[in-house]
């Protein structure tokens, strides 16, 4: 179970590394965008991932035997949002999106760590360091993995074909953690 939670952490944060560092400024270009639209971008995924995270954490708790469940439908609503986000035209459809991306990606951190103190209830801080170690390493590995895939795929392709590996994820968490 810890492996699954630290492996997935890990997958989650190389989306969003690579989102945030690589894949913005590209969306930016692409859609010839202001400064100010393309901030709001940016203020559209914090709102949701603030008020998903809210609700998660509420979810997590009413529903902890389904932890699994709610872990890889997190990784699935980001791989799904990130899917529109290579088909978004415009800036508005892309603001939309954006909020989108901010709801996966925030509901993953409280079941996970809901199961991991459960699961390891005398050593919790390990666990939670084990899961906060999955996170440093998706972000250390995000951005070159982004930077390879755009060196020969524009950004809306990556953004489409990204989706799979998060589906993948989800299926592999969802049968490592039963309910």
């Known amino acids: 179970v810890a492996a ?3 492996v997935a952490h890990a997958i989650k944060h190389i989306y969003n590394s690579g989102m945030s560092s ?3 400024p590209e ?3 692409g ?3 202001t400064r100010t639209q393309f901030g709001s971008l940016a203020t559209s995924s ?3 991932w603030w008020s998903s995270t809210m609700i998660a954490g509420y979810l997590g708790d009413r529903f902890s035997n ?3 469940l709610m872990l890889a439908l997190s990784l699935s609503l980001m791989g799904g949002s990130l899917l529109l986000a290579g088909f978004a035209p415009t800036y508005l459809a892309m603001l939309f999106v954006m909020f989108l991306t901010g709801i996966g ?3 993953f951190h409280p079941p996970a760590i809901g199961e991991l103190s459960r699961r390891f209830p005398d050593r919790r801080g390990f666990a939670v360091s084990l899961h906060g170690m999955g996170a440093n390493v998706g972000e250390v590995l995000g951005a070159p993995i982004v930077a ?3 060196t020969f795929m524009f950004w809306r392709d990556l953004l489409k074909v990204s989706a799979a590996p998060a589906l993948m994820a989800a299926v592999i968490v969802l049968a490592l953690m039963p309910t």
């Open 27 to 29: 969306v930016k270009i």
């Open 46 to 48: 914090a709102i949701a």
């Open 105 to 107: 990606p925030s509901m």
């Open 31 to 33: 859609l010839g965008l």
């Open 148 to 150: 390879a895939f755009l």
């Open 22 to 24: 690589l894949i913005m």
């Open 66 to 68: 389904r932890a699994g």
């Open 4 to 6: 699954t939670i630290v």
